[in-house]
T-cell receptor, first 110, second 115 residues
């Protein structure tokens, strides 16, 4: 059974801190790994990763994939209160089906 | 680009009634759309894959007669929750594969409350 595991499940930090969110996966037919940010409603797309070792960056957020060890990390530097959200990791396991992890709830306190 | 519109954003209905949720891709064609369900503080669980012009593919444990999916055009998929019960109360989200950048675009979700 395809599985995506995220850790930690929740995290509380202060503004300015740097955080690393983890995502490991076991799927039979890996195509890509995606990160989403979910606030009150639907998830918003952050990154899609298909190749190992190539960092994707968008402002203070960055992510990298390790296909040998089957995991990905999402880094957020200089966190702000607006970064508070649930961060979801999902794997495209073929046939365009996404398998989601349970998410990491990030709370950034002022 | 790549916008998915979902309607309604919230709905309250009585037990035993049916509710229809619409998911539209506004600026691209989506041969495949996906319907997810999310319980509070949990992740998204795929319910079914909606295929344009053919029957939907349901995930294990999802009742196809209860959650009717219709994908009549390349831009519209609907999910009808039939004979709704309070345990069907949840957040339902659709998504579509946007082949332009190989991303997935989500609708804004529908909060269903069955009373």
């Amino acid at each position: 059974e395809d599985k995506v595991v995220q850790s930690p499940l929740s995290l509380v930090v202060h503004e300015g801190d740097t955080v690393t969110l983890n995502c490991s996966y076991e799927v039979t037919n890996f195509r890509s790994l995606l990160w989403y940010k979910q606030e009150k409603k639907a998830p918003t797309f952050l990154f899609m990763l298909t190749s190992s070792g190539i960092e994707k960056k968008s402002g203070r957020l960055s992510s990298i994939l390790d296909k040998k060890e089957l995991f990905s990390i999402l880094n957020i530097t200089a966190t702000q209160t607006g970064d508070s959200a649930v961060y979801l990791c999902a794997v495209d396991a073929g046939s365009e089906k996404l398998v989601f992890g349970k998410g990491t709830k990030l709370t950034v306190n002022p | 680009g790549a916008v998915v519109s979902q309607h309604p954003s919230w709905v309250i209905c009585k037990s035993g009634t049916s509710v229809k949720i619409e998911c539209r891709s506004l600026d691209f064609q989506a041969t495949t759309m996906f319907w997810y369900r999310q319980f509070p503080k949990q992740s998204l669980m795929l319910m079914a894959t909606s295929n344009e012009g053919s029957k939907a593919t349901y995930e294990q444990g999802v009742e196809k007669d209860k959650f009717l999916i219709n994908h009549a055009s390349l831009t519209l998929s609907t999910l009808t929750v039939t004979s709704a019960h309070p345990e069907d109360s949840s957040f339902y989200i659709c998504s579509a594969s946007n082949r332009q950048n190989y991303g997935y675009t989500f609708g804004s979700g529908t909060r269903l409350t069955v009373v």
